[in-house]
């Protein structure tokens, strides 16, 4: 989560023209209540074992996605994402899911901007929630500094992907990651 700073921190910057700020403040007050819980979580059930429930959740809201069904970014749905997200994010450093889905009929920088710009504040508050109940500390920061290079290595070859995905059309990707991430999760619960 906080080799993740780097990398949101370059996206937004480069996709800042097309930030949805207002959905974004929603999401942050959004992500602040669910780190909060997420944190007293870690107080009262340390060992965690959330990980099979948010990869059901991730896959529901994709099968959802797929359906009829249209959630647009607005007030309330970002504000539910934003702690959806803070609290998945929190517990199992995934939550970009939640946002990824509610932002996935919107254009690709759009999509990258908002995101980046709410896991760029929100990694940085769950980290600060991680830190005050014991679970982020010398050895985490040691771990992270240690992947910025291959981060900096893919945010620098994105630039072509991003290009390409945004003839596609992003949702397609958004989905996919957001499976790919719930498959991530079911793995390392089951390892």
Sequence with gaps: MASSVVLTLLIAFRE??????????FAVVGRILGTLLAAL????????GFDFLFAGL?????????SSLRVEPKPTTATA???????MGTLSSIGGPPMALLYQRQSGPRIRGTLSGHFVIGALISLVALAAVGRYGQEEIVLSIEL???ILAGYLASGWVRESVDRV???????????????GILYRASS
Aim: aromatic share 8%; no cysteine; proline share 6%.
């Design 16 to 25: 800042r023209a097309a930030i949805d700020f207002s959905g974004l403040g």
């Design 41 to 48: 979580v870690w107080i009262v059930l340390p060992s965690g």
């Design 58 to 66: 991730v896959l529901l809201g994709v099968a959802l996605s797929l």
């Design 81 to 87: 994402a934003g702690a959806l997200s803070g609290f």
């Design 148 to 150: 910025i290079p291959a």
């Design 169 to 183: 059309g992003a949702r397609p990707f958004v989905l996919g990651l957001s499976v790919l991430a719930a498959v």
